[in-house]
């Protein structure tokens, strides 16, 4: 090949190396700005079930909400900022911390389970932590609701405390959990798994000797009124001797 057609193969390569690079770099962007531009996902009963009864190993805060009437309305208005609140955390990739949102009148589970979480109005929003995060009615609780101003910067704060008051606690327990002066709850866990285990085989044999007690009950039952029954005479059987006596009798006079 002459030097001509060397250079015009290698500027081919060139252009389209160039083109493929900035092609793959306008996925990327695409896929990050989708990314970044998710909506707040949903959270299942059975997930929000777990964080509200347990820590399930992450912090869960929650935006209850009705899509129907003047709740409507408010909840559509505040929806944004907890969205641009659940970017801004996927953002800084905040560790063991779930931005979610729950409908509550999407099913009439989900009603019975906003109602059982004792949700009365909408929105409301909620943080589950590790541990006590609010005091409310001589009640120390690890929920929290929000009651500040509908502003993302004002919810981003309130987050960002609670988790670090979370997670404050939660490394206090791990020290406490080391140094032996608290019990693990994975140790509680087990030990009220054994116990749980230990009601049920009871109760099994209690089941079993409560079903032989019946069935002696009822042999011997049967068998009593067998013998009850035995010593009655029975229709079909000769008469006695002082039957057929008094009747002999009865046949003289007469005679």
């Known amino acids: 090949l002459s030097a001509y057609q060397k250079s ?55 935006f209850f909400y009705s899509p129907y009437g003047e709740a409507g309305t408010f909840s559509r208005q505040v929806l944004p900022l907890w969205d641009e609140v659940s970017r801004w955390h996927r953002q800084k990739r905040t560790k063991k ?45 690890r929920a929290a609701d929000y009651r500040g101003l ?25 020290i406490r959990i080391f140094l032996g002066f608290k019990t693990a709850p994975e ?23 409560l079903a032989r007690l019946r069935k002696d009950s009822t042999s011997s039952a049967s068998s009593l009124w067998d013998d009850l029954f035995a010593g009655l005479p029975s229709s079909s059987s000769t008469p006695s001797t002082a039957e057929s006596q008094s009747t002999e009798q009865q046949k003289s006079s007469f005679a």
């Open 8 to 62: 015009t193969s290698m500027n081919r390569i060139w252009f389209l190396f160039v083109v493929s690079a900035f092609v793959d770099s306008l996925g990327i962007r695409q896929r990050k700005s989708r990314e970044e531009y998710r909506a707040t996902p949903y959270i299942t009963v059975t997930n929000l079930t777990s964080a509200v009864h347990s820590w399930p190993g992450e912090d869960v805060a929650v």
């Open 97 to 141: 911390l779930a931005i979610v949102k729950f409908n509550c009148e999407a099913s009439l589970n989900h009603q019975q389970s906003c109602y059982d979480f004792g949700v009365r109005q909408y929105p409301t929003i909620r943080y589950y932590g590790y541990d006590r995060l609010s005091f409310r009615r001589g009640v120390l609780r």
């Open 150 to 174: 509908a502003m993302a910067e004002a919810l981003r704060d309130w987050t960002v405390t609670l988790r670090a008051a979370s997670g404050w606690q939660l490394f206090v327990d791990r």
């Open 187 to 209: 140790i509680i866990e087990l030990h009220e798994l054994r116990q749980l285990k230990r009601n049920l085989e009871l109760q099994e044999s209690l089941s079993a000797d």
